[in-house]
């Protein structure tokens, strides 16, 4: 069965560095999206995709987060510097073109800055 | 007034119960309603997807809609420990591609 792949599963990270995790949709699977999710609440977008374009990142800190899928397949979220706050996981998540179909989310990336 | 609402519980059934999860949604125009469990530690995992005023079943699973009321619910029969996790309701606004997610349901099925 097709599943989206992301690494690492787990990071800790002091804050002020640099920090990157990697998400392979499922194949075919035009969109992506990346979600951060706070320990007791449900997950928040914080980037969309396209293939290789940016459909939202009305949420997304630009300041210390950028996003990018520059062939339109895998896709690469950068926090720098990370700050206490960011600490959570950080999940990848693909569907079909139009997520009215659902989207299936990947076994997320476990997040602590200390 | 939060995009899509939910109790947080937590909510504990016995084994062999039905247990009823509920959620409300702001959106009228919203048009797709999907249910996840997430264990702990894990992330979601899609169980049910619903679009029309009604019921729909999947095994132990009935989704509930009723657009005139924004309502969406999940029903599990036989409730099983293996239920145990958090159930988190997710919708598709009107006009919007990506998903927006309430903060999850709780739920403990006791042995």
């Known amino acids: 069965e097709a599943e989206v792949a992301q690494s690492p599963r787990y990071k800790i990270t002091e804050k002020s560095q640099a920090v990157a995790f990697w998400c392979d949709p499922i194949?075919?699977?035009?969109?992506l999206y990346w979600y951060r999710q706070i320990l007791g609440q449900g997950p928040e977008l914080l980037v969309q995709?396209?293939?290789?374009?940016?459909?939202?990142d009305s949420q997304l800190p630009k300041d210390r987060f950028s996003a990018e899928r520059l062939k339109g397949v895998d896709s690469t979220l950068k926090i720098q510097p990370a700050e206490l706050g960011d600490s959570a996981m950080y999940l990848c998540?693909?569907?079909?073109?139009?997520?009215?179909?659902?989207?299936?989310f990947g076994p997320g990336t476990r997040l602590t800055v200390t | 007034q939060k995009e899509v609402e939910q109790n947080s519980g937590p909510l504990s059934v016995p084994e062999g119960a039905i247990a009823s999860l509920n959620c409300t949604y702001s959106?009228?125009?919203?048009?797709?309603f999907f249910w996840y469990r997430q264990y702990s530690g894990k992330s979601p995992e899609l169980i049910m997807s619903?679009?029309?005023?009604g019921d729909k079943e999947d095994g132990r699973f009935t989704a509930q809609l009723n657009k005139a009321s924004q309502y969406v619910s999940l029903l599990i029969r036989d409730s099983q420990p293996s239920d145990s996790a958090t159930y988190l309701c997710?919708?598709?606004?009107?006009?919007?591609?990506?998903?927006?997610f309430g903060t999850g349901t709780r739920l403990t099925v006791i042995p």
């Open positions: 194949s075919g699977h035009a969109t």
């Open positions: 959106d009228r125009g919203s048009q797709s």
């Open positions: 619903i679009y029309s005023n």
């Open positions: 995709f396209q293939d290789e374009s940016v459909v939202d």
């Open positions: 997710a919708v598709v606004r009107g006009g919007a591609n990506n998903l927006f």
């Open positions: 998540a693909s569907s079909p073109v139009t997520t009215g179909l659902g989207q299936y």
